[in-house]
């Protein structure tokens, strides 16, 4: 079994100890407008570099918040590979929290669920691996705090949600290449700590969690490299990028409706230009292998 590798230090500096208020579906009841919110997303099988946004909305100061999450395939296969990172940014980097924060990452739930309250899954001993890219196994756990030292408090605000706004949590990663789901829950970290912010007077007040799920779907291209879409890579082909590249023609368009990329943008730098024409030259006329002088249609 893979373990969990992670591409900074760790640093475990404290936990807070907090009531459950989340359900095991990742939603929960409670009222108001504290919240966390992450973001859900479709991609292609394979995508690398794949960013979710976790967006923190709250109506009164927050000394303290305490974020634990989940990450478990719905769909086995269809999960995370060769990297993972969390950053912290947008309203908690510019606030006091950040004076003391907490990264701990769990690479299995603990056997027995010894949280009270609707938790989906309990993790205990954190682990410390050396540095280097994150691989995971489902389920795991990613756990992040932030505490002010002196009186100072996250001003009331909001993130913004899913497609606008800056997420104060961002996760990073690669999926595998398995058609299917898995999904960014919360959890509960012992001893007994679960999502929560925390006023100046140390109470913590019910937060609503709404989980994302990541949905991997295939990713078929018919037409890459062959924008006329008959089979064979030819001067056509070199004619109908000219007319897109030079002569601001309408862009050609993939049979396939899950291809991320055009037929013509085949260095997949998102335009269609010069550069894609040399390499439409290189492979029509000069038998240069499309495997190597193209780029893949399905990575970013």
């Known amino acids: 079994m893979r373990r969990l590798l992670l591409p900074i230090a760790i640093v475990f500096v404290g936990v807070f100890v907090v009531p459950a208020v989340s359900g095991a579906d990742g939603t929960d009841a409670s009222s108001g407008s504290n919240s ?6 479709t991609v292609y099988a394979g995508q690398t570099g794949v960013e979710v946004g976790a967006f923190v909305s709250n109506d009164v100061g927050v000394k303290a918040i305490v974020l634990p999450f989940e990450i478990r395939a719905i769909d086995a296969g269809s999960f995370i590979t060769n990297s993972f990172e969390l950053i912290v940014q947008g309203r908690i980097v510019s606030s006091p929290l950040m004076d003391l924060r907490t990264k701990a990452y769990y690479d299995s739930p603990s056997e027995s669920n010894s949280c009270s309250g609707p938790i989906s899954s309990t993790y205990g001993n954190f682990v410390v691996p050396p540095l280097g890219s994150a691989y995971f196994d489902s389920p795991s756990g990613v756990y992040f705090t932030g505490d002010s030292y002196g009186f100072e408090t996250m001003s009331p605000g909001s993130d913004g949600a ?8 961002l996760f990073t990663f690669d999926v595998t290449t398995t058609p299917g789901s898995f999904e960014i829950d919360t959890m509960c970290a012992l001893p007994v700590t679960h999502l929560a912010m925390v006023d100046e007077n140390f109470e913590a007040y019910p937060v609503q969690f709404t989980n994302g799920v990541i949905t991997i779907i295939p990713c078929q291209c018919n037409c890459f490299g062959d924008p006329i879409c008959d089979g064979v890579a030819d001067v056509f082909d070199l004619v109908r990028t000219v007319d897109i590249a030079f002569r601001n023609g309408p862009p050609a368009i993939d049979s396939s409706p899950d291809c991320p990329r055009s037929p013509t943008d085949v260095n997949c730098d998102g335009v269609t230009n010069v550069f894609d024409y040399v390499k439409l030259i290189n492979v029509i006329f000069r038998a240069a292998d499309p495997a190597t002088a193209y780029c893949d249609p399905c990575s970013d």
């Open 36 to 41: 966390v919110v992450v973001e859900s997303k």
């Open 162 to 169: 899913p497609g606008s706004g800056t997420p104060s949590i």
